[in-house]
C-alpha cells in the first residue's frame, strides 16, 4: 500500500489452487489497498490534530496560570499599573495584536503580532 509514493503497508493474498488472479480482482484488491492507505493517513492524521489539541490547551492552561500570578502578583506589590496593563493582557490574549509593556516601566510599549500571552 503506497500513500502519496510512501509505503504504509502491505495487503498479502494467497490461494489454496495455483493460478493467477483475474484482472477484476486485482483491481478490486488494488481498490481495497488505497482505500486501506487512505483510512491509515486519516488516523495518523486525527492523532496528530489530537496531539496538537492537547498541546494548545495545555499551553492557555500555563498562559491563564501565569496571568493570574501575574496579577495578583502587581497588586500585592502595590503596583496598580502593572495590574492594570495585565487585565488588558487577559482582556485581549484572544487578540492577534497585543501591546506588550513592562511590569515596571521600564521598557517602551510595543505591539507585538500573532501574540501568545
Given at each position: ?11 498479502t493474498?494467497t ?69 492594570q ?24 510599549p ?7 500571552l
Open positions: 500500500m503506497l500513500r502519496e509514493g510512501i509505503p504504509t503497508g502491505v495487503l493474498l490461494r489454496s489452487e495455483v493460478r493467477p488472479f483475474t484482472k477484476k480482482q486485482i483491481e478490486l484488491v488494488s481498490t481495497f489497498a488505497d482505500q486501506a492507505a487512505i483510512a491509515i493517513e486519516n488516523v495518523r492524521l486525527f492523532d496528530e490534530i489530537q496531539d496538537k489539541s492537547r498541546q494548545l490547551q495545555l499551553a492557555s492552561e500555563h498562559k491563564s496560570q501565569f496571568l493570574a500570578r501575574a496579577h495578583d502578583g502587581g497588586r500585592r506589590d502595590g503596583d496598580k499599573r502593572a495590574g496593563r495585565l487585565g488588558v493582557h487577559c482582556a485581549t490574549a484572544g487578540r492577534r495584536d497585543t501591546i506588550i509593556e513592562a511590569a515596571d516601566g521600564s521598557d517602551p510595543r505591539r507585538t503580532s500573532n501574540a501568545l
